[in-house]
């Protein structure tokens, strides 16, 4: 708890240095390029973009719209509708990594009032089989994690969930040829680390099936997890 009081006070710090800056260097909207004004430098969107993202109303997402056993929840920051399918296609194709910090910090403006997630131990994120990450340079959900994890204070152990294999793009296939796609394809690394007992928070950018968040979570159970809640910035779950 100490470690995240001081954790907070240094993001206050930053935040102060940040309102000088702004004066000096005035922040711009991530999407649209809009100068921002005090009160929305912090979450990096202007008034009129925000307007355009359909947030979700609930905590969860409901369980009977998902049939993946081995995860504890699903909390979405918004549907995967209107403005966030081009926020999230430009900052996915478009080289744009830094642009993955504004999502972050609504994620984490969506979480940090889930009391079922106050007792989290650390947060991980979906990895990316190295060699497509090499070609693409970043691992989107990755950096999503990163930035929860600077905004939260909760550590990222991101490193300690591996792909061990390439497999076929998801979004050509079907919800079984999903499941079956990504079936064996993660593993925890090293061996050794202790999750037992252990709550997860675990990042991706997009719920649509749920496969590879519940194979993700199922490989993180089997190493002892005791709750594993999935975070994701936008769900096609109606
Ligand atoms: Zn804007």
């Known amino acids: 708890m100490e470690n995240r009081n001081?954790?907070?006070?240094?993001?206050?710090?930053?935040?102060?240095?940040?309102?000088f800056l702004q004066i000096i260097f005035p922040q711009k909207c991530a999407f649209c390029g809009e100068i921002?004004?005090?009160?929305?430098?912090?979450?990096?969107?202007?008034?009129?973009?925000?307007?355009k993202i359909e947030f979700f109303e609930k905590d969860f997402v409901d369980a009977q719209e998902i049939?993946?056993?081995?995860?504890?929840?699903?909390?979405?920051?918004?549907?995967?509708?209107?403005l966030i399918v081009e926020v999230i296609h430009r900052f996915k194709f478009n080289a744009k990594p830094v642009h993955y910090r504004p999502l972050a910090k609504l994620m984490h403006l969506k979480l940090e009032g889930i009391c079922k997630v106050a007792e989290t131990d650390f947060v991980?994120?979906?990895?990316?089989?190295?060699?497509?990450?090499?070609?693409?340079?970043?691992?989107?959900?990755?950096?999503?994690?990163k930035g929860f994890s600077s905004c939260s204070g909760l550590p990222d152990y991101s490193r300690f969930l591996i792909r061990t294999r390439q497999t076929k793009k998801q979004s050509t296939l079907s919800k079984t040829?999903?499941?079956?796609?990504?079936?064996?394809?993660?593993?925890?690394?090293?061996p050794h680390f202790d999750f037992v007992g252990k709550t997860i928070i675990l990042i991706d950018d997009i719920f649509t099936t749920g496969s590879t968040l519940n194979e993700c979570a199922r490989v993180l159970k089997e190493a002892g997890a005791k709750l594993?809640?999935?975070?994701?910035?936008?769900?096609?779950v109606n």
């Not at 921002?36 to 307007?51: M, N, P």
């Not at 594993?228 to 096609?236: D, N, R, Y």
Request: aromatic share 14%; net charge positive; hydrophobic share 40%.
């Open 36 to 51: 921002l004004f005090a009160g929305k430098v912090e979450i990096e969107f202007c008034d009129s973009c925000l307007s």
């Open 6 to 19: 001081s954790h907070n006070k240094r993001i206050n710090r930053v935040s102060f240095f940040e309102k």
């Open 228 to 236: 594993v809640f999935c975070a994701v910035v936008a769900t096609g």
């Open 124 to 145: 991980m994120s979906v990895p990316m089989y190295s060699s497509k990450q090499k070609k693409r340079g970043y691992n989107q959900a990755g950096l999503i994690a």
């Open 177 to 190: 040829e999903r499941a079956e796609n990504v079936k064996n394809s993660f593993a925890v690394w090293p």
């Open 67 to 82: 049939d993946s056993p081995f995860f504890d929840g699903v909390i979405s920051v918004c549907h995967y509708r209107g």
